[in-house]
């Protein structure tokens, strides 16, 4: 049963009180695609700074869910892979997210429940990402428990998107993402409780080729960051 607890709507309504530049950037040759096979491969433990929202928001029962980082090599670099979700979803409309979603009963593992899910909403083939490993799983406030599934993606691919689900797929260069100078810490007084979240606002262009800011935020900004410090 749904608890009636504010969540933070319009992020941008909430003031920045920290940008992160004080972090080094991590540099070019750590974010090719063989130092991130690598890195994976190794077995130096990490320890991530955000494992979720810091609360939650329902009365249910955790639900497993995987999302998946696709890291697609371009010519000049790693991109990450980014859906903005349809406006009149339930949880979630509109914001920046990974492709993915909750487990199913036949799915084997989080893996598969990553790839399954890319593949419905995005339309990539499931044998197309070659998966590097997974990140520590991480707790929203609508309680999934959600494992990030890293991959690299090499092109060429089609994506169809699932309309229902997301209005469009767009990519980010990795090293923007892995820069923190880009990550902005905002805070939010909700319910005499106050709430931090991160942003990485990234100016991108649209499908009908028109300049947009795509606001990264929430989980997704702080499976970043995860990102970032297993990576450093």
């Not at 990490?46 to 995987?66: C, H, M, N, T, Y």
């Not at 997301?166 to 100078?181: G, N």
């Amino acid at each position: 049963m749904s608890v009636r607890l504010p969540r933070i709507g319009d992020p941008h309504r909430y003031p920045v009180v920290g940008v992160d530049d004080h972090l080094p950037a991590l540099p070019a040759e750590a974010l090719t695609a063989a130092a991130l096979r690598e890195r994976f491969a190794a077995s130096r433990e990490w320890q991530p700074e955000f494992d979720g929202d810091g609360r939650v928001l329902v009365e249910r029962k955790p639900i497993a869910a995987s999302v998946l980082v696709p890291l697609i090599e371009r010519d000049d670099g790693l991109h990450v892979l980014l859906t903005r979700r349809t406006d009149h979803l339930k949880d979630h409309a509109g914001q920046v997210s990974f492709p993915g979603g909750r487990a199913e009963a036949d799915d084997a593992d989080a893996i598969a429940t990553a790839l399954r899910e890319t593949h419905e909403e995005v339309g990539l083939p499931r044998e197309q990402p070659q998966v590097l490993g997974t990140l520590n799983p991480y707790t929203t406030v609508t309680s999934y428990v959600i494992t990030p599934v890293v991959a690299l993606v090499r092109p060429p691919f089609d994506l169809a998107l699932d309309s229902f689900e997301v209005a469009e797929a767009f990519e980010v260069p990795l090293q923007f993402l892995m820069t923190p100078s880009h990550h902005r810490r905002h805070a939010a007084d909700l319910a005499g409780v106050r709430r931090y979240f991160l942003s990485m606002p990234w100016q991108g262009i649209d499908a009908q080729g028109q300049p947009r800011e795509y606001f990264i935020w929430g989980a997704t900004a702080a499976m970043l960051r995860n990102l970032y410090s297993f990576l450093r």
